[in-house]
């Protein structure tokens, strides 16, 4: 089957970059459920998949979508499903199942106003600790920040390779801006992109183990290759076999957490401007980071000496970044289109000397770069 | 006393169906379970498709721990989306022959908007509903097949509430292949499984199953013996026409329609009609 890509400049809706970051990091199996504003991902990919010769299928509802590409990736098959707060709500157990049966899928959140219905038309950024704390018991997840159309499809990349590199979900925290926000987009050819693919063990080897707990990310056997695999979302032993006693979890949990101990500087990703001789800095991400931006470059023009701190990873948190930021600045604004939620794990890590301050937004737009630039002038004078 | 030590003299033949090394299973004594298992056991060796190529999905409940006890690729998932998660991978990969093993609370009640939905698309699964008319795992609760007055540790009154006809409600969803058996009926449900692996679109097995520690201990069936005693003496081989009759009552003044309900061939499957839209332009 020939497959079909559309390289080169485009102008392009955030939504639909995303599908085709997707299909070039070798997805070919989707399921989703119609939601705004994210549908316009599962409308783009029910075209697309088959000019890659991948499947879509509509969902009866969320929790099924979720189910689906776990399903299809256990059989090998790169999978994504993408919702809006409401659907994200309803796949939170089966995202807990992807990380307990270690099962690399890619979920995407075009976040909107909440909570409840809110406001499925207008932005917001209020689904942050939700998409690190919304299942139950201890996980962890992996999520990324875009903020431009560019990073829409270059981040749904990294974030396929992340979830094949670590064996785990994925998310993708986009929102209504960039959702439905149509920029220039760049597609290169696959040869200059990094794609890596999850490792899946040789065939007929005597001793392999689904969950080997020698390794910190073993190896995944796929359906139909004869290993006869169990995969459980109980707390299992090496084998996959159920083994419901303290000794197995604390194994399990301790290699599970240990995954992404290990590789935080793998994983984080967060960017920094003005910041050399700053005093203060605003952290952001996403869509709200562009206003931010301007309004740091606005009061650069006025000699304040004023930094930008994106996040473009959020989770796992960049403790360490944070601290050594804290470190370097007195004062620490963050700016979010919640009513505070990312400001916790900043000031837990921050320098204790460091001033943490919220501009919070009730949400269904991003701040004004006037807003925020009176913000840090405020805070320049005070 | 003296302790009397159990003699294997030989292995089954069936026993490379099963992780003999998770044995003794979890299941009480008297319950059905396990002619199940040995039912899609005896069908996959029968079915000339490579044992690689079969995969089992199972959601949650005793019926759940199915995936766990067979020597196959196979997925224990959440409770009541076992059929999603089936669908998933069946549409990923369409060599694979996927089969759902689950129970009434997981397929009919939690997960009955996925197993009509699934029906609908005719997509190519076979879903083996063990029915034991209640939640036996978590102590005897009510689920949507426990029949009518019957009594549960949440129906201590009787079940006010009225249960699914699963095979009717198959046949209105657009299943393929629809039959009913009693765990009694061994050699009929590998049959089925048999018809449900060739039928080109969805299938679904329900097998009515002796429950002692559950359904049977509050409903004059105390142990599994008299509930299979019940199914050999009230159960009746019906047809299509039968489905709409009434859901499987358990009372000892109503019969136990049982048989294959409806096989049609005429139907076209979710994979083939996929296949025929996405490449309708080609000669
Ligand atoms: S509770 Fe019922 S269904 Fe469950 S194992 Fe015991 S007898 Fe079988």
Redesign the pocket.
Known sequence: MSEKYYLGKHFMMGNHAIVEGALMAGCRFFAGYPITPASPIAERMSWRLPEVGGAYIQMEDEIASMAAIIGASTGGVKSMTATSGPGLSLMLENIGLAYMMEVPVVIVNIMRGGPSTGMPTLTSQADVMQARWGSHGDYDMIAYAPSTVQEMFDFTIKAFNASEKYRTPVMILGDQVLGLMTSDLYVPHKEELEVIDRKIPEDGLEDYLMYDSKELIPPMAIAGMGYKVHMTGLTHNDKGYPDVSVVAQEKLMKRLKAKFKQNLSNIIEVEERYTEDAEIAVACFGSESRSVLNAVKKAREENIRVGIFRFKTIWPFPENEILDLSKRVSKIIVAEVNLGQLIHPVKENADPDCEIISLPHAGGAIHKPEEILAMIKKEATS | MTKIKPIITERHPRDKLLRTDRLPH???P????GKVLGAYGEAVLKSGIPVEKHAVVSGI???GRSAGYLNVDSYHTTHGRPIAFATGLKVARPDLEVTVIS?DGDLATIGGNHIIHAARRNVNITVIM?N?F?Y??TG?QASATTPHNARTTTTRYGNYEYPFNMPFLMRAAGATYIARWTALHIKQITDSILKSFENKGFSFIEVM????????KKNKFRE?IHQLRYFESHSYLADEHDLTEHAPSMHPDEDLPIGEFFADGGRIDFLSSQWKVFHKDEK
């Open positions: 979890i299941w009480c008297g319950c059905g379970l409940g005793c019926t129970g063990v034991n209640n036996g795992m005897g199953s002796p429950c002692p520690k559950g359904f049977g599994g």
